[in-house]
């Protein structure tokens, strides 16, 4: 298994702020997944951050809205950019390992 | 069409009960099944995982899974208050570069 630890666990902020979600890993992985869920939604993929190249994002992200680092096989960060109150979510990172799925203790994150 | 179809409930049963949780999906080509629990506010909780045809039994957990009618099941014996969350099924193809969720099935195990 592995060990995912996430920071912010929650936090509000103000409308047109940015706020940045790390993610830490017990481990060295390849694949590294950011999610989105929407309350009471399930979860929507917003990008593939694999280590050494650009993130992947899915159709309705956009790189300036959520900027993604991978600097390293153990973490990555997250960015929402210029926040509106349509981006208050639950943030999951997601680690493979081991052909299974592993999540983050979340970000919730409210925006005014 | 949705690529994986969950009832999102809610689900209502009084403690000690069996619970039935279900998906079906239309990708034959899925080739991992996962069951996720996730409690308010929380990060989803690997409960189980397989990936072939039949059952997988772990404790009070059963996973079962019909690849010829596209379709998974997770029982839940001696349903106990605690296991009061929203239950994810996902699936993965054979590379993991993606996983497809359920809406998920919000279950309150009464006491």
């Known amino acids: 298994s592995a060990v995912i630890s996430q920071k912010p666990s929650r936090d509000i902020c103000q409308r047109g702020t940015s706020l940045t979600i790390q993610c830490q890993v017990d481990?060295?992985?390849?694949?590294m997944f950011w999610y989105r869920q929407q309350p009471g939604q399930s979860l929507t993929l917003i990008a593939t951050?694999?280590?050494?190249?650009?993130?992947?994002?899915e159709s309705g992200f956009v790189i300036d809205k959520f900027p993604i680092s991978r600097p390293n096989l153990t973490f990555s960060t997250l960015t929402v950019s210029n926040m509106s109150p349509e981006d208050s979510s639950i943030y999951l990172c997601?680690?493979?390992?081991?052909?299974?799925?592993?999540f983050g203790s979340g970000t919730q994150l409210s925006v005014l | 069409q949705k690529e994986v179809e969950q009832d999102p409930g809610p689900l209502s049963v009084p403690e000690g009960a069996i619970v039935s949780l279900n998906c079906t999906y239309s990708?034959?080509?899925?080739?991992?099944f996962m069951w996720y629990r996730q409690y308010s506010r929380k990060g989803p909780e690997l409960l189980m995982y397989?990936?072939?045809?039949g059952n997988k039994e772990d404790g009070r957990f059963t996973a079962q899974v019909d690849k010829s009618s596209k379709y998974i099941s997770l029982f839940i014996r001696d349903s106990q208050p605690s296991d009061s969350a929203t239950y994810l099924c996902?699936?993965?193809?054979?590379?993991?570069?993606?996983?497809?969720f359920g809406s998920g099935t919000k279950l309150n195990v009464k006491p």
């Open positions: 997601s680690v493979v390992t081991g052909e299974k799925l592993f």
């Open positions: 481990s060295q992985v390849t694949m």
């Open positions: 951050a694999n280590q050494g190249s650009e993130a992947t994002y």
């Open positions: 990708n034959s080509a899925f080739q991992y």
């Open positions: 397989t990936y072939s045809s």
């Open positions: 996902a699936m993965s193809l054979y590379n993991f570069n993606k996983f497809y």
